[in-house]
């Protein structure tokens, strides 16, 4: 399969082309050339297979011409040794838990799977180690150090801004040693973004050393996502609630929704999808007006959303022919407030019993908003709660239980690196690995 860049100015790729630079030439994303259609026979037996065994037909859908049958299985097998299970939460709307990995975060799955993947194209060319920079303010830098721990030929470097980050999510990646670096940057996490983007581009840089990364723009990340798509869809389909499913995700680089949209794409049963945003809500503006204005960042207390300018908008834009109308046809959005978010939390754990993590309160909330008469509605609950323990407990005025995962990371020792925000700093530091 070749992919080609959403700006189509660069030269098609091979996959290992396309994960191995990550960002195209001409600075856009890239995109699978088809997106194979699944046959109908896989959506009747769905219900009786295993998410492992779901998630490989749709891998090798992605994957299956460029990686031969039994890697592919391992690779698909490995990424997920967890669930991640549908729970009713309210009258017709059900929670996908995506946060039943190692960093219990939904970003584990295409962490993981992108290591693997990764680990093998270097294994087969002998090349030289490859390294991953990833900026962080906290859930991707833990899901990439984790995903990426251990696997020879490959060395993580996490920056992330000194003070910034919540001690539970510091310690889910400065804990780990072997071939995981954690950079304590002097400065914020636009600082640690503009050091990574200006390496890539650092020529002298590149010649020392194969420098890559690990956000939602590699395909080796964001399509895997796709996976628990197909697996909620079976779950549902068990217990007879699959038709006129609205599926609601949590928005912040568009990543996540963007599988979901490949995922209907190859013939997935959803009648439609919505993305929540929290305040910074430029996707909501473009849905409205036709016009798309990216702008600086809020802080908000669902942090991981905290983006002006989501860099998946252009794989949207590109899936539905930059029509404005198409989109408006399958997406629809909504924005809520801090205070909404907290208030959403609350009264949902009050009412039911069911406590929701400041991003999946968006999702939720936007389910009870929006859904209509007939139709069943699954939000994505995108963390566990502890991820954002102080912020809940405040709301829910209760103790929040820290699961073992969690409390092992915090166990372990920090090990970490300060460095300075100017970029010759980081660039002799590299210089010298
Ligand atoms: C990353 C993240 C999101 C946003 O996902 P995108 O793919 O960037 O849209 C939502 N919630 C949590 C908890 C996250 O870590």
Known sequence: MKYYSTNRLAPLATLEEAVVKGLAGDKGLYMPEK?????????????????????????????????????????????????????????????????????????????????????????????????????????????????????????????????????????????????????????????????????FMDKELNAHMQLTSANSINVARFLPQAFYYFYAYAQLAKIGKADNLVLCVPS????????????????LPVKRFIAANNRNDVFLQYLQTGIYTPRPSVTTIANAMDVGDPSNFARILDLYGNSHEAVCEKISG???????????????????????????????????????????????????PAKFKDTVEAIIEEPVEIPGKLQEFMKGTKQSIGLQKDFEGFKSFLMNC
């Open 35 to 199: 997106i194979k259609a699944l046959p109908s026979s896989f959506f009747e037996k769905m219900k009786d297979m295993s998410f492992q065994e779901i998630s490989y037909v749709v891998a090798d859908a992605f994957f299956g011409e460029d990686v031969d049958a039994d890697t592919l299985k391992q690779i698909v097998y490995d990424t997920l040794p967890f669930d991640a299970p549908v729970v009713h939460v309210n009258n017709s709307i059900y929670s996908l838990e995506l946060y039943h990995g190692p960093t219990l975060a939904f970003k584990d799955v295409g962490g993981r799977f992108m290591a693997r993947l990764l680990g093998h194209f270097i294994r087969k060319q002998g090349k030289k180690e490859v390294n991953v920079l990833v900026a962080t303010s906290g859930d991707t830098g833990s899901a990439v150090a984790n995903g990426f721990l251990g696997v020879p030929g490959i060395h993580v470097y996490v920056l992330y801004p000194k003070g910034k980050v919540s001690p539970i999510q510091e310690c889910q990646f400065t804990t780990l040693g072997q071939n995981i670096t954690a950079l304590e940057i002097e400065g914020t996490f636009d600082d640690c973004q503009a050091l990574v983007k200006t390496a």
């Open 252 to 267: 912040g680089n568009f990543g996540n929704i963007t599988a979901g949209l490949f995922g209907m794409r190859m013939g």
């Open 334 to 384: 909504c924005m809520y407030t801090d205070e909404e978010i907290a208030e959403t939390v609350k009264s949902t754990f009050t009412e039911t019993g069911y406590l929701l993590d400041p991003h999946g309160a968006c999702g939720y909330r936007a389910l009870k908003e929006q859904l209509k008469e007939g139709e069943t509605g699954v939000f994505l609950e995108t963390a566990h």
